[in-house]
């Protein structure tokens, strides 16, 4: 894929989940280093990666972790993946990996099918303020 930024890491999130826009506001105040930018799933360009990358949209409900050139993941691996990045206290969350993907992802995709009932729906995804727009893609 072409006009992506070099050298960063594009998260692919749900635009209208609330669970999905504080995880995304937790990020962006705690990647120190730069490393993330940000496209809702529902955008133009989220389709494009998610087209790509040979993933299924309409089959898949998670949050998408793609390092263009080199890997993407989902669901559990790219929660892993970004607290990893973000390092500090946030990397211990790696500890996870030694449980089996398929349980983890159980897990994951449990919380994915409550999270509206649970967090709330926004009608439309959100505008990212003029400080932060630079993160969005």
């Known amino acids: 894929?072409?006009?992506?930024?070099?050298?960063?890491?594009i998260i692919l999130f749900d635009g209208v989940c609330n669970l999905c826009n504080g995880a995304v506001q937790f990020i962006i105040k705690h990647d120190k280093?730069?490393?993330?930018?940000f496209a809702a799933l529902q955008s133009d360009l989220g389709k494009d990666i998610c087209s790509y990358i040979n993933v299924d949209q309409t089959k898949i409900?998670?949050?998408?972790?793609?390092?263009p050139g080199v890997a993407y993941y989902y669901k559990s691996s790219a929660a892993i993946e970004i607290t990893n990045d973000l390092g500090g206290i946030y990397s211990l969350i790696s500890v996870f990996k030694i449980l089996p993907e398929k349980l983890r992802n159980y897990i994951y995709d449990y919380i994915a099918r409550n999270r509206y009932k649970w967090y709330g729906k926004k009608d439309s995804c959100m505008i990212p303020t003029p400080e932060l727009k630079t993160k969005f893609l």
């Open 61 to 67: 409900d998670s949050i998408i972790l793609y390092n």
């Open 33 to 37: 280093k730069d490393t993330f930018r």
């Open 1 to 9: 894929m072409q006009n992506l930024p070099k050298n960063k890491k």
